[in-house]
C-alpha cells in the first residue's frame, strides 16, 4: 500500500484514571470508555474545538472494563478482564453480569463484545493463559489459545465459536450480521468469521500482515468503514521469536512479564472496508501519546484511547476517499 500519512494530533484531554482501553462514540458524539479503576466514563465535548469537557462516571464494574458496545436499548455491553461479559443500564447504572463461566472454566480475559442483529452476543477472550496485567506474555509465547464466544438470547452460558487465536481482541460485526471480523493482535491480521450459512464456524483473513499490532476495532455503522488501533509496531526480533519451540517461546515469555515494558512512540490507525482494503493508513512515528489500543470517529474527529495513558487523544480524521480511487490491496507491509 501506499506510505502512511501522518496522523495529525489536535487535542489531549486527562481523565480521572489511568488506562481508557476501549473509546466507542454515542450518536450525540460522546465518548464512552472505562479505566483501570473500574469506572465507565462518558466523556461530552471532545470533538468541539475549545469547548470545555464534562466528563461523568455511569457506573464501576468491580474490575477492569475493557471492549464496549452500545445498544440500542440504552444498555452498555461491557467484556471486563476481571468479570467477564457485563450489561450496565446507561440511566441506572445497573450492572449485571451476563456470562462469566464458558466450558467449565471462568471468563478470565474478556476483550471486546458487539451486538448481533439476532439479539446474540459476540465476544473475544484474548487468551486462556494470561491474565489482563501479563498479557505481553501472550503475545511473547504466541500460544494461539484466544477465542471467539457467542451467547444467545436468554443463555446462561456461551458457546464457543472458533479456538485457536492468536490473542483474540477488537471486534465488528459485518453489515449482514453473517459475519464478523476479530482482530489477531498477535499474528497482524483480521479474521473474518462465517455465523451463518454453509460456511459457518469458518475462518479466513481478511486483511494480513498489517504494519503492527491490531487491537480494538471500530465502525460507526453498516456502511462505514472499519477502523483498526495499532497497538504497537511490528518488532523482527519478535517475529523471529514466534517461529522457535514452545520451549524457548515460554522461556521467553516468563521473562517478558517480569521486565518492565515501556511502549514505543510510534503509533497507528486504519481504515479497511469489508472486502479487506485499506482506505486510510495514519501514522505518527514520535508521539507523546502512546499504545493506541482503541480508535473511534465522533464528528470530523478521530478520539484515540490507550491502555496505558491517563487520557484520550483527539487528532484530524482523513477525508474519505474519492470515488474512482484505485483500491489498496489485502496485505499491508
Known amino acids: 500500500m501506499e506510505p502512511a500519512t501522518d496522523l495529525v494530533p489536535l487535542r489531549r484531554v ?23 479503576d473500574g469506572s465507565v466514563l462518558r466523556v461530552d465535548g471532545l470533538t468541539e474545538p475549545g469547548a470545555p469537557v464534562r466528563t461523568e ?3 464501576r464494574t468491580g474490575g ?23 450489561r450496565i443500564g446507561l440511566a441506572d447504572g445497573r450492572v449485571d453480569v451476563l456470562a462469566d ?10 476483550s471486546n463484545v458487539v451486538a448481533l442483529p439476532d439479539g446474540s452476543v459476540c465476544f473475544t477472550v484474548s487468551t486462556r493463559r494470561y491474565p489482563l496485567e501479563q498479557w505481553i506474555g501472550d503475545i511473547v509465547e504466541h500460544t494461539g489459545t484466544g477465542r471467539l464466544l457467542r451467547l444467545a438470547p436468554g443463555a446462561r452460558e456461551p458457546e464457543i465459536l472458533l479456538e485457536g487465536l492468536h490473542f483474540a481482541n477488537g471486534l465488528t460485526v459485518a453489515p449482514d450480521g453473517a459475519s464478523v471480523v476479530v482482530a489477531e493482535t498477535g499474528a497482524y491480521r483480521l479474521t473474518r468469521v ?9 475462518a479466513e483473513p481478511l486483511v494480513e500482515h498489517l504494519p503492527g499490532m491490531p487491537d480494538n476495532i471500530w465502525r460507526a455503522g453498516p456502511d462505514a468503514p ?24 515460554r522461556a521467553a515469555a516468563r521473562a517478558a512479564v517480569r521486565a518492565p515494558f515501556r511502549p514505543t512512540g510510534r503509533i497507528g490507525v486504519l481504515a479497511v472496508d469489508d472486502d479487506g482494503r485499506i482506505l486510510h493508513h495514519l501514522a505518527r ?3 507523546a501519546f502512546r499504545m493506541v489500543t482503541s480508535v473511534c470517529a465522533a464528528g470530523e474527529r478521530l478520539v484515540l484511547g490507550s491502555l496505558w495513558e491517563h487520557g484520550l487523544a483527539v487528532c484530524a480524521a482523513p477525508h474519505d476517499t474519492a ?5 489498496a490491496g489485502r496485505s499491508v507491509t
Open 226 to 249: 472499519i477502523w483498526v488501533a495499532l497497538a504497537g509496531p511490528r518488532v523482527p526480533p519478535l517475529d523471529l521469536l514466534h517461529r522457535t519451540a514452545p520451549a524457548v517461546r
Open 194 to 202: 462465517h455465523l451463518t450459512g454453509p460456511r459457518a464456524g469458518h
Open 285 to 287: 512515528r514520535r508521539s
Open 14 to 36: 486527562r481523565l480521572p484514571g489511568r488506562g481508557p482501553e476501549d473509546v466507542v462514540a454515542d450518536a450525540r458524539g460522546r465518548i464512552l470508555t472505562g479505566l483501570e
Open 64 to 86: 477492569r472494563p475493557l471492549g464496549l458496545e452500545l445498544l440500542p436499548d440504552d444498555g452498555l455491553l461491557v467484556c471486563d478482564a476481571d468479570r467477564g461479559l457485563l
Open 57 to 59: 462516571i455511569l457506573a
Open 323 to 327: 470515488p474512482g480511487d484505485p483500491p
Open 101 to 110: 463461566r464458558v466450558a467449565g472454566e471462568r471468563i478470565r480475559f474478556a
